[in-house]
């Protein structure tokens, strides 16, 4: 009997216990969604957090990647003059001077270059032809390939000047010959600035295509889509030329060169949009050697070297130039070119090009 008194104390313990327990439940159960969106919430900052903290700890490696380790010039652009015989609109390395180096010179620099990992050069203008009638080109083409060993040795040009003689003189040092062409019909590349008088462009570049399956060097057109070509169908044409790779731009602006008041070129009325470009990709996408390029990808994705060997910083949409790497060595010069390796992958700035690596129908 004795035993029953602290059961039953007990038994009202824990029934008074329990109704609290459950009041306090009921009281609890209408916050629970609000209570789960806080927590969900503290998580999720807490996640955001992490994952900026891990992103900024991986861009300090890059940057610092970035410097310790100097951006090798793999692939140059040297547009050792300025000078054209065409006056394209669009044109955005514009003839501002006249200047071009001693032969000797640009062999130095060139030299400097492949010491420093150039497996690629490409000589560009102005119109590369131009000087000294092509001899200045064809001398630097044979350093690079003879002496130099470059893996390729490449040109682009307009194609206006070049004659058959030089293909026998120098095609053997030639990997690739890039044709500008924007238009097959004839008037439109006289509105584009293209026009050469009585000369055809689109013959010159069919008698240019069977140069370069004699004198077997790989041929490339260029086009750069602007406003007044942007709804042509160049398919059957590009076809039966039948180019390693056919490059597609879209028309860029550069503040100095071809916009802007000091400007030689006013661009703006060339311009298309990128619905324009895309539809034009659209319309030739039969063709398999099609290598677009968009203004996004164009931008920053090229080392361009002007007429004194300095790189031209295109960051800004104008061309900032740095020390010349005559002066200042190439190490020292490519931190200003404003380059943008991964771009330049990207876009598929690397492939064979080498002619020794390509198998073509000469
Ligand atoms: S051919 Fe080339 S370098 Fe000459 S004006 Fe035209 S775009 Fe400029």
Redesign the pocket.
């Known amino acids: 009997m004795w035993m029953l008194v602290p059961i039953a104390f007990a038994g009202k313990l824990l029934s008074a216990f329990r109704m609290q327990l459950s009041y306090l439940w009921s009281s609890l159960v209408p916050l629970l969604p609000s209570l789960r969106a806080a927590f969900q919430l503290a998580g999720t900052q807490r996640g955001r957090q992490q994952q900026g903290r891990k992103e900024a700890v991986e861009t300090r490696r890059e940057e610092e990647e970035g410097i310790d380790q100097p951006t090798t010039p793999l692939s140059v652009n040297y547009h050792f003059t300025r000078q054209?015989?065409?006056?394209?609109g669009?044109?955005?390395?514009?003839a501002k001077t006249s200047f071009v180096l001693p032969l000797e010179e640009a062999k130095r620099g060139l030299l400097l270059l492949k010491e420093a990992g150039m497996e690629k050069i490409n000589f560009s203008?102005?119109?590369p032809f131009l000087h000294d009638r092509g001899e200045y080109l064809g001398k630097l083409v044979k350093f690079c390939k003879d002496e130099l060993q470059l893996p390729s040795v490449s040109i682009v040009s307009?194609g206006s000047l070049i004659r058959e003689r030089w293909f026998k003189s120098y095609g053997e040092y030639l990997d690739i010959l890039a044709i500008?062409c924007d238009s097959f019909d004839e008037q439109v590349n006289v509105l584009i600035?293209?026009g050469q008088g009585k000369k055809n462009h689109v013959e010159n570049l069919q008698k240019l295509r069977r140069w370069c399956r004699d004198y077997r060097v790989a041929f490339k057109i260029n086009s750069?889509i602007n406003r007044f070509n942007v709804e042509e169908d160049m398919n059957e044409q590009i076809k039966a030329l039948n180019p390693l790779r056919w490059k597609v731009f879209q028309c860029l602006i550069i503040e100095g060169e071809n916009s802007g008041e000091d400007a030689l070129r006013e661009a703006e009325r060339f311009l298309i949009s990128d619905e324009e470009f895309e539809r034009f990709l659209d319309r030739h996408k039969e063709v398999s050697c099609l290598v677009p390029e968009s203004n996004q990808k164009m931008k920053d994705s090229y080392l361009i070297l002007d007429e004194y060997m300095r790189f031209l910083n295109c960051r800004n949409g104008r061309k900032d130039p740095s020390k010349s790497i005559l002066d200042v060595g190439v190490e020292e010069a490519i931190k200003f070119s404003g380059f943008d390796e991964k771009m330049f992958l990207k876009r598929g700035g690397k492939y064979v090009w080498s002619k020794a690596d390509l198998k073509l129908d000469w």
């Open positions: 054209c015989n065409y006056k394209c669009f044109c955005f390395h514009t203008g102005g119109e307009n500008s600035g293209r750069v």
